[in-house]
């Protein structure tokens, strides 16, 4: 996109925002507005504070101290949440209390309780996103199909009844980094409101030769026909363009020698070109009393498509051992693309039977997801020690890498279509029993089918199985007092596994089992959880001992920690946000590592999780007159050592990095600030996959910027 494009749309976006009445100014500053008459699906008409599960809400208002613009961003502020490999810097991958999702596609995050993760959109953008819940613990009874440890959840910004309001903002810093952003609301009579919001984005990177750009728009319609229906619609759009990174490698199992700077891609491939368009429709209707009915229909499209240079990790065909400098890689060019299609309905209300009163919710869902694969390659040829190092390697010197190097990849890797069909129908009942015992009971049963086939000429669907599952959950919610309660909950869960085995199967879903047992304190002064968990899985995938280069169900996995946040509003305009994570997650069986076929032992530790992580946020307050304030504040974020490659001793360091802040607001209407994050430049590496596919952290970033309300 030509720069002049870049302004257009930021000029276009808040163009809309003028539209707003500015005598609305007060709405546009409230980080906590409810969309008129919208209930959360897969909820019912249960508080958040009444969950029996430990729950991380991430506001707009915390998003924004933290000048958070990247979901990725979202582990330096949630507990037991850490990153995990993010595939070449093209999709968002973490872990919740030890446990990830399946490594070959994106964290299974939803947005607004839709699938929101699945397929090949990019690293999430954070301009639409009112709110981030953390669910933690046992909830697979209501989402369903999902990772044991918990979901993520993004609410996103809305149309909004009532009153219009609008915001634009600019930033930039350190890498030639650029951002706009634009938000308007504009209420259209009384029942009747169109919101628009989105950003551009353009940057250079500490990874030399790496520059991406982006462009998301997020509009979105709220009708309100009567008073007790409402019909929503927001569209998704993407386009990000970015080069396909791996990172750096360690020289002999070591980190520090290769400058975290270093690309060892090719800048002639280019960026990977990734698409995404998505639809959310919702009805809500209103039933009498209590009771409200839920109709939602989500469709999204992905697609990403580019070249990309993998290095070699097939010790035989690898030249860096050898040599100590040349580092031999694979080219391949990937155009991949997935359709979801989701659709539910749900009901939800209040019954009293005696003292007890039950919130009730009932649902069913349907999701069918395509996934389109066509990947090809060239590998380096085969080399022995000593020998000469040829085109054939696609070798780049580690130390001064030399640019230029771009076999045409033709071998077929992957040509394949797989259709994943399921249906689930699940119940929830959370009784009050008196005024301090809250008991929830609830299960979901999933149909889950799954075809996969060649792809020659027409898509030939040559293999289909049909798996079914029933995950129940129990919770229990104890108050003590009003402010202090204790919480109990216990669960079962699935997810299924992509792909099939040696005899063209697919494979067997994921088994999980997830206890929690915890506190929770609230008070209009302090908030603050304390929980301990212990969770198990199996049938992970593990290397086929009998047929190389193929899988099969063999591993099984327990996670066992502890977690502690705190969110303080003290007197002094003082605010604290802290969280600490212990996570214990290992290996319970022995097999064979999937990617290397590598021995792993019981105990053996999964890879990326730290066991302690922690973080802390402390800004301060002052009053400038009538209508100005000052906010400074500091943040320091801790994760200890982890596993850089599963079944090895090869380790990333232990990493502590600090943060600053300053904003001015010298108006309710205008507000300025500056962010350093790395505050003390220190060297870190934020994930990994092998040694030779390390992610490495940024050194000191420095953003400026200023935004405007109306």
Not at 500 to 529: C, H, M, W
């Given at each position: ?613 922690a973080n802390l946020l402390v800004t301060k307050g002052f009053d400038l007159g009538e209508d100005g ?82």
């Open positions: 996109m030509k720069p002049k494009c870049h302004w257009l749309f930021s000029a276009s976006v808040s163009l809309a925002a003028l539209i707003a009445a500015p005598s609305h100014a007060a709405e546009a500053g409230d980080d906590h507005i409810v969309v008129t008459a919208q209930r959360q699906p897969y909820r019912g008409d249960v508080p958040v504070k009444e969950l029996p599960q430990s729950i991380q809400l991430i506001d707009a208002k915390l998003m924004d101290k933290v000048n958070l613009t990247k979901l990725d961003s979202i582990t330096e502020i949630a507990s037991g949440v850490v990153r995990q490999n993010n595939f070449g810097g093209l999709w968002d991958s973490f872990a919740i209390r030890g446990f990830a999702g399946d490594e070959n596609f994106p964290t299974g995050i939803l947005v607004n309780g839709f699938n929101g993760g699945r397929g090949y959109g990019g690293a999430r953008d954070a301009s639409n996103v009112e709110t981030i819940e953390v669910l933690k613990g046992p909830n697979g009874a209501v989402f369903g199909r999902g990772e044991p440890g918990g979901t993520i959840n993004i609410i996103t910004k809305k149309a909004k009844l009532g009153s219009s309001f609008g915001r634009v903002g600019l930033q930039g810093g350190s890498f030639n980094t650029y951002r706009g952003e634009g938000d308007a609301n504009i209420a259209i009579g009384e029942k009747l409101a169109v919101r628009v919001n989105g950003a551009v984005e353009t940057a250079d990177s500490f990874r030399r030769t790496v520059h991406t750009s982006k462009e998301v728009a997020n509009p979105s319609v709220l009708f309100q026909p009567t008073d007790k229906t409402t019909i929503s619609y927001e569209l998704e759009y993407v386009k990000l363009r970015s080069p396909f990174d791996r990172g750096i490698v360690a020289v002999n199992g070591k980190l520090g020698a290769v400058s975290r700077s270093t690309f060892l891609g090719e800048p002639g491939d280019g960026p990977m070109r990734v698409n995404v368009w998505g639809h959310q429709a919702q009805v809500q209707q209103k039933l009498g009393g209590d009771w409200l009915a839920i109709l939602g229909f989500g469709k999204r499209n992905t697609s990403m498509i580019g070249y990309s240079e993998d290095p070699e990790l097939a010790s035989g065909r690898q030249t860096l051992a050898s040599t100590g400098t040349m580092l031999a890689r694979q080219r391949r060019y990937r155009d991949f693309s997935t359709q979801n299609v989701t659709g539910r309905a749900e009901i939800s209300g209040r019954i009293k039977t005696g003292p007890i009163l039950h919130h009730v919710m009932l649902g069913g869902d349907v999701d069918e997801f395509d996934i389109n694969m066509l990947q090809l390659r060239i590998r380096p040829s085969a080399y022995t020690a000593g020998g000469a190092i040829t085109s054939a390697n696609n070798a780049i010197n580690i130390f001064n890498p030399v640019y230029g190097q771009q076999p045409v990849p033709t071998a077929i890797l992957t040509n394949s279509l797989e259709k994943q069909k399921s249906w689930g129908i699940y119940f929830q009942d959370q009784m009050d029993v008196g005024e301090k015992l809250k008991l929830r009971f609830g299960g979901r049963f999933d149909h889950f089918n799954q075809q996969i086939g060649a792809r020659v000429g027409e898509f030939n669907l040559t293999t289909n199985v049909v798996k079914e599952r029933f995950s129940p959950t129990v919770g229990l919610l104890y108050d003590l007092n009003p402010r202090l309660g204790l919480f109990a909950a216990w669960g079962n869960g699935f997810r299924p596994n992509s792909g099939q085995d040696v005899r063209g199967n697919p494979f067997a879903p994921e088994n999980s089992k997830s206890y929690e047992l915890g506190t929770r304190y609230t008070s209009k002064v302090i908030s603050g959880s304390l929980a301990v968990f212990t969770m198990t899985k199996q049938n992970i995938l593990t290397f086929d001992p009998l047929n190389s280069g193929f899988s099969i169900t063999g591993g099984s996995a327990r996670s066992t920690g502890v977690e502690a946040s705190v969110d303080a509003h003290l007197p002094g305009m003082v605010e604290l946000h802290g969280t600490y994570a212990y996570t214990d997650a290992h290996w319970t069986s022995a097999s064979r590592d999937v990617n290397f076929g590598q021995t792993i032992q019981p105990g053996a530790k999964l890879i990326n999780i730290p066991a302690h992580s304030k000052l906010t400074v504040g500091a943040g320091v974020n801790h994760v200890s050592s982890r596993l850089g490659e599963t079944a090895t001793s090869f380790i990333l360091p232990a990493y502590t990095l600090t943060r600053a802040l300053v904003t001015f607001e010298p108006t309710k209407n205008i507000r300025m600030g500056v962010d350093v994050t790395n505050l003390f430049n220190v060297t870190w590496y934020a994930s990994s996959y092998s040694t030779l596919w390390v992610a490495p952290g940024a050194p000191r970033t420095v953003m400026a910027r200023i935004g405007y309300s109306f």
